[in-house]
């Protein structure tokens, strides 16, 4: 073995350490093999860097630039919207018209955001429903899955895979060619997940919550105390209060004769009499009374959402997104109350609600947060990429009504894109970045939007990464290394048990690390062990493109999974519960038919 096939995989298994500990981002991972394989010489800076260009990275970015046309016109929302008539006439009808929506939008755009826009709806209806949002959220993620995986341009993955394939002078994925698997792993999987909802999901998150105070257990956090003439706090400007002082303490408004003060500011001066009303766990508040001068008021009588919704200030539930940029941030570095106007109450995550220390604690994707926000900085909180609002009170969601005009111009240029690229008029880029520029041009996506909002830059980054990691992979010889020992044990049980080996191995990587990581490593081996073997690549190909979409086990394998860890409440066990025997039904599925439906004999 040389020196640069050692390091390589010395770099790969580092690599792939990284990100099933979640130690750094994605991208960041990525980034940095992409520059020790430069600095090593392992590969020319021009070689390593050729990820940026590859067609696979801008088709990519430019899908991104055509789902935010999509979603800013209003198109997903609208055939959100028409689910809730399936859940007002029946549950099971309204789940799995769900599943059936969600798994179609997920063919077409980035499922992450299709979840995104269903999320809300699928909390309200869960309401409506009487059932714990538990049950529906892992469907909803699952669901997106199946469908991303149906078309070429449903997820990221397939896109990447048809590019490496194109670059070892392959022949190019069509735009329906998954159909036929991704159709079967549909039904098969949304009966499974029927049974599931009925029978394994458990009921994390409490069904029919009054209001989000009782949902996130803010009654013996939340209380009001009246300032007696001798508290300290008297006489003193709001900003100086020494009830800042205290951790684990905020004052989320002050009412004077009976009412609120709306002008509250630093300098507002204080008086006996005023009424606080404060998040602070209730038994502390005992102890800080008789040092402050304050008294508890109505015996401790439990808030809730009615006394925190008022013309100055509504609560709100956000969830941090897969690709927050306040990921690893402490939400004391985050400073809410200076940047969004608004207090932390308390954040869902891993199945917990955490009310105490909450400026330490360190946020991450999927995290909830229960909000206190001022009504004019909601709309901010809903465009701010970095959250998705998942529910408020007493306050209707935007509508995209300057855009509403250009909802079918939108929807006809993703269909002139799909079209196009499914009949082979252009290429599957030259389709993308044409669609992308006419959403621009047209005024459906501004250029700075696409760019700052649109396009998932750590997905575009972490793309370019481990491409270069595959690259290397390939020409030191190390991808000829592992198809070599992996036809010595399993070649002798032919080209099928080889295929389901290359599914299994796919499967088990993307359930801890990335979905582009696992293919951009496994699919240049797929490819060069096809070769050793004689017989055609595609169904290798097709293995590692599916099971790299179908991260089931756990809530880190998938954004989509993610995304909706924090507001299920779910635990990682109820992933593997649930998700494990999902994968392995899928991986006997795809076993039996990847070889019929593309055959090993080209």
């Known amino acids: 073995m040389s020196y640069e096939i050692a390091f390589v995989f010395i770099l790969m298994g580092a690599f792939l350490l990284v990100l099933a500990l979640e130690l750094v981002r994605p991208d960041t991972a990525a980034l940095s093999a992409m520059a020790l394989l430069m600095l090593t010489g392992v590969l020319e800076p021009r ?89 529906l959220l892992m469907p909803l993620s699952f669901a997106s899955m199946f469908g991303g995986v149906c078309t070429l341009i449903g997820t990221s993955t397939n896109i990447l895979v048809n590019s490496i394939a194109v670059e070892r002078g392959l022949p190019a994925f069509g735009m329906f060619e998954f159909a036929p698997l991704g159709l079967a792993i549909f039904a098969v999987g949304s009966v499974y997940l029927i049974f599931a909802v009925a029978f ?118 956000a969830v941090i997104a897969p690709n927050s940029d306040l990921a690893g941030e402490t939400l004391g570095e985050v400073r809410f109350l200076k940047d969004y106007n608004a207090n932390i109450l308390a954040i869902g995550r891993r199945g917990q609600i955490v009310h105490a220390s909450l400026d330490r604690v360190r946020l991450g994707p999927g995290d909830t947060l229960l ?113 070599r020992l992996i036809r010595e044990y399993l070649g002798a049980y032919g080209p099928t048990a080889v295929l389901s080996a290359i599914f299994f191995l796919a499967f088990m990587m993307t359930n801890v690390i990335s979905n582009n990581a696992s293919a951009a490593i496994l699919a240049p081996i797929a490819i060069t062990l096809a070769e050793s073997m004689q017989i055609d690549s595609r169904p290798f190909l097709m293995a590692v493109t599916f099971a790299a979409s179908l991260a089931f086990m756990t809530p880190i394998g ?15 066990s109820d992933f593997m519960k649930v998700g494990t025997p999902l994968n392995l039904i899928l991986w006997l599925l795809a076993t039996l038919l990847i070889p019929v439906i593309w055959p090993f004999a080209g």
């Open 371 to 483: 909000l206190h926000v001022a009504p004019e900085n909601i709309n901010d909180l809903k465009r701010d990429a970095n959250f998705v609002v998942a529910a408020e009170v007493e306050f209707s969601r935007p509508e995209a009504a300057e855009r509403r005009a250009k909802l079918w111009p939108a929807v006809a240029i993703v269909f002139g894109v799909v079209v196009a690229a499914a009949t082979g008029v252009v290429s599957i880029l030259t389709a993308a970045i044409a669609g992308a520029v006419a959403m621009i041009l047209l005024g459906i996506v501004r250029a700075d939007e696409a760019y700052r909002e649109a396009i998932d830059w750590q997905v575009v980054f972490l793309l370019a990464g481990v491409l270069s990691l595959g690259l290397a992979l390939r020409e030191t010889g190390g991808a000829d290394l592992l198809a």
């Open 200 to 317: 394994l999901i458990p009921e994390r998150r409490k069904a029919r919550a009054e209001n989000l105070t009782e949902d996130f257990g803010m009654g013996p956090y939340l209380t009001d105390v009246e300032l007696r003439p001798q508290a300290s706090s008297v006489g003193r400007p709001f900003g100086e209060c020494p009830l800042h002082e205290e951790s684990d303490l905020e004052v989320l408004a002050v009412f004077r004769a009976g009412r609120r003060l709306t002008e509250l500011n630093p300098d507002t001066l204080l008086r006996a009499g005023d009424v606080l009303r404060v998040r602070c766990d209730v038994r502390r508040m005992r102890e800080i009374q008789e040092r402050s001068g304050l008294m508890i008021l109505g015996a401790g009588r439990r808030l809730d959402d009615r006394d925190l919704t008022s013309a100055e200030g509504t609560l709100v539930e």
């Open 558 to 572: 998938y954004q989509t999974n993610t995304f909706i860890y924090g507001p299920g409440r779910y635990r990682f």
């Open 47 to 135: 070689s390593a860097v050729q990820g940026f260009a590859n067609p696979a990275t801008l088709t990519v970015a430019a899908m991104f630039v055509l789902s935010a046309g999509l979603l800013k016109t209003g198109a997903v929302n609208f055939v959100a919207e028409l689910l809730g008539g399936f859940f007002e006439r029946n549950f099971w009808l309204g789940l799995v018209g769900m599943m059936a929506v969600i798994g179609v939008v997920s063919g077409f755009i980035n499922n992450t955001a299709a979840v995104a826009i269903f999320l809300p709806l699928v909390l309200r209806a869960a309401n409506q429903a009487g059932v714990s949002p538990s049950k």
